[in-house]
């Protein structure tokens, strides 16, 4: 007999929301029936302590890991990094929704691949066969952390759709440039547009995905409305928020941060808690939501949880110098 036994990040069927109450839908509509979807009682809501009430959370009511205790929803929304709309945490959340238009939104697939497009956001998802969800750990360079519940579909599924040549080695993301809208990048704070890369069999790794959504609500803008990358193993600054093309190449790209400091920011970015950066230890983290102000303080695991799944990619790759 054949037993599948599902990946930790995989939740049961159980504990989503039908796909199609959201996401198959334009983001408009969903926000506009989200009130209505839960009023009619779909998917036992499990509401987690501190997350804002009103919307089923997804998540797996029989998840007894405790690192994996998800942040409140209103945390993981006001509490960003998103320098095109400032430099302080708080500033998205207050910066992108003052009428920068996420809707509606093209990306374009480009590069050393048979299938080159541009296409709508919402017609990617659709694509892509829908929106599911994964809980994945995050943790930023800056030394804290979040568990996020993250909607949207793994990239494999769009590297699939692209169809790479075999001269593509790296994958690079672009995301969006509007200086005329977006006060921050009138400035220098770094080099505009965002910019990020992968090699393409990190790229291709399952835990890999494009996320589209947040506790199954649209992902809101200051979050990286309507695409970002979200890579569980690297440090935060690797997940390009709104991106508008997604380019296939043969030479390892740099990265914005980078290009920026490449003493501090390497082109891996793996969550090392043996390398420290320049400036600090990156021993352990504050979680962001528990105990207390300050956060409480945990241990960093290699590759932030992951080793399992990922550190096959990293054989025999020197990651002191390769950070
Ligand atoms: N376009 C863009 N993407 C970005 C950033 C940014 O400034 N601009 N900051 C990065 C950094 S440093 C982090 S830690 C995460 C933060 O994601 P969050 O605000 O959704 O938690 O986004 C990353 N993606
Ligand atoms: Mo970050």
Request: proline fraction near 9%; charged fraction near 20%; glycine fraction near 8%.
């Amino acid at each position: 007999m054949l037993i599948r036994i599902p990946p930790a990040w995989e939740l049961p069927e159980s504990a989503c929301t039908p796909e199609r109450d959201y996401h198959l839908r334009p983001r408009r509509d969903f926000l506009r029936t989200l009130g209505g979807a839960v009023a009619g009682g779909l998917a036992a809501p499990t509401l987690l302590s501190g997350a804002t009430a009103g919307f089923p959370s997804r998540v797996n009511p029989d998840h007894r890991d405790p690192a994996l205790q998800p942040t409140p929803y209103e945390l993981i929304t006001s509490y960003c990094n998103f320098y095109e709309f400032g430099t302080g945490k708080g500033d998205p959340k207050v910066n992108a929704n003052r009428g920068w238009k996420t809707e509606p939104w093209t990306v374009e697939i480009s590069g050393l691949i048979r299938n080159p497009l541009q296409i709508d956001a919402n017609e990617l998802v659709t694509r892509m066969g829908g929106a599911e969800q994964r809980v994945y750990r995050f943790r930023c360079v800056e030394a804290w952390s979040m568990v996020i519940p993250w909607d949207g579909f793994p990239l494999a599924k769009l590297i699939a759709l692209a169809d790479p040549l075999p001269e593509a080695k790296f994958v690079t993301f672009t995301t969006f440039n509007d200086p005329k809208n977006v006060p921050g990048q009138r400035s220098s704070a770094l080099e505009w547009p965002y910019f990020e890369g992968l090699r393409l069999d990190e790229a291709n790794h399952p835990l890999a995905f494009i996320a589209t959504g947040i506790y199954g609500r649209a992902i809101p803008n200051q979050n990286g409305a309507p695409l970002r990358l979200v890579v569980p193993w690297k440090y935060g600054f690797k997940y390009g928020k709104s991106i508008v093309k997604i380019d296939f190449v043969a030479q390892q790209p740099r990265n914005t941060w980078q290009v920026m400091t490449p003493h501090e920011y390497g082109f891996y970015a793996n969550v090392n808690p043996k390398v420290d950066h320049p400036r600090w230890s990156q021993a352990s983290e504050r979680v962001i939501g528990a105990g207390g102000a300050l956060g409480q303080r945990q241990r960093t695991l290699m590759f932030n949880g992951y080793e399992g799944q990922v550190a096959p990619l990293y054989a025999g790759l020197d990651l002191r110098r390769n950070y």
